[in-house]
């Protein structure tokens, strides 16, 4: 067997079982307690995200049960599928070359390998979207009977997120921009893939016209925050550091080389890269663009890098001696990344404190649910009291590791609206006892005026090797 392909395996096996041990070894996060939330009330809709989350995490926990593993599965089987999918897919579609490179590169990318480990929509998002690329392109260049698949493959990345939607405008824009392609536009198959995508994503809408559209608003107002000139350098940097910068680099200008090229007449340019091209440039300029006047997360402008991420394997697979030091670069790069996170989690050893580090997420709450279960046995007259915070992460970690008997809920009192809204609105908490766990050592003053009574109980210390990490305290609430 050949020595690199050695080499692939074992380094492959090797960050799987990392990842394996990671998931088991690790505290969820909140936001991966929320989204257990959502699996725990299967719903077409919700008012941050579509339901592919929720399926994907009950899949993980009708297997091995609510808890961190069982939770997290469903984003780590992904992750292994795709990441085999997209070597046969490099292999048999350009060459052995592409097919490896689409492989290592995706398995050791810390973008995608956080899917892997950290449960949230961009899971099944990152899945579905590559399968669509992949299918949408064999569609065009293969057989347009494919064009079905893509669109029941699309529909289902819009209902993991509806960032999906620059990537399905890149694909409709191909055969328009395209001459030897516009051949599809006369395809009533064409048109039919994204109707059938509308037909999948439809309950989702449906869902939203029910509930006020809450998602509109909710999206609405979240992408809208003010950005500025830092936020904008801030963002990009940051992409282009953690994507790593070989692979940023091509994929933003291999996708304007390509436009470009046609754009100018030139009869050599490929159409199987153009595609992949017009995959990047459309959620390339809208991101780019929106970023200048609204903050955006690091993970956001992920859809960029789902047609970048062939653009930038087909180049270098053409000659990989060639590229071999910049392919070293990118991979040496990202792997250094994972491990680096792995090994702050488990034996901190940079000087990094507090929300400078990033690895504390995993023990914020642990001092919290420890204590606080003690706390609860010691007081049995508590359980009948529901536990609320006012915001979703601290009911959503009780939820899914104390399992209360009455559901912790968020209040949502001068806060926005979560699932615990729909579930539980505020008047239906009206007369019911409750202990409140805040993260400050008073009460908040804009809660005071809705009871008559506030008792403070205890507080807990979640600390990490002995070094504080958060403190919460505890109030009973009556009428």
Known sequence: MNRRIIILMLISAGLLA??????????????????????????WGYIDHGPAVALIIKFGTILFGENGFGVRFGGLFLYVIMSVFLYNFGKKEFNRNTGIILFITFWINILFHTN????????????????????YYKAYMENPNYFYLAGLLLGLAFLSKISILFNAIGFGLFPVICPQYRNHLKDHRFYLSFLIALIIFSP???????????????????????????????????VALLLGPVLFYYTVTLSWRHITSLIKGHTNASPKELYFAM???????YFVIHSFFSWFELNWPAPIFYGGLFLFSIHTGKAVGKFRIRLVFQWGLSLM???????????????????????NRY??????????????????????????????????????????KKE????????????????????????????????????????SPYWDQIQFLDSFRSERSGVFVQEYYLWRLSK
Not at 18 to 43: C, N, P, Q, V
Not at 116 to 130: Q, R
Not at 383 to 403: C, F, G, T, V
Request: proline share 5%; glycine share 6%.
């Open 18 to 43: 990392l990842r394996f041990l990671f998931i088991m070894k690790t505290m969820t996060i909140d936001d991966e307690a929320y989204y257990a939330m959502y699996s725990r009330h299967l719903a």
């Open 116 to 135: 892997g480990v950290v449960i949230t929509p961009d899971a099944p998002l990152s899945f579905f979207s590559l399968l669509s690329v992949c299918v």
């Open 204 to 238: 989702f809408i449906v869902w939203n016209a029910q509930n006020g559209w809450a998602f509109v608003k909710y999206q609405g107002s979240h992408i809208s925050g003010r950005g500025n000139i830092n936020s904008f350098i801030e963002l990009w940097s940051g």
């Open 279 to 285: 995959v990047t440039a459309v959620p390339l300029i």
């Open 337 to 359: 990344f994972i491990f680096l996170i792995t090994f702050q989690t488990f034996l901190p050893v940079l000087p990094l404190y507090g929300k400078n580090d990033i690895t």
């Open 363 to 404: 023990f914020i709450y642990g001092g919290l649910i420890r204590k606080l279960t003690v706390y609860m046995k010691e007081h049995p007259d508590l359980y009948e009291y529901r536990i609320a915070a006012n915001n979703y992460q601290i009911p959503s970690m009780i939820n899914l590791y104390l399992k209360p």
């Open 408 to 447: 912790a809920v968020c209040l949502s009192i001068n806060y926005h609206k979560t699932l615990y809204s729909f579930l539980y609105p505020l008047d239906s908490l009206r007369g019911e006892r409750l202990l409140f766990i805040g993260k400050r050592n008073s009460f908040p003053s804009f809660l």
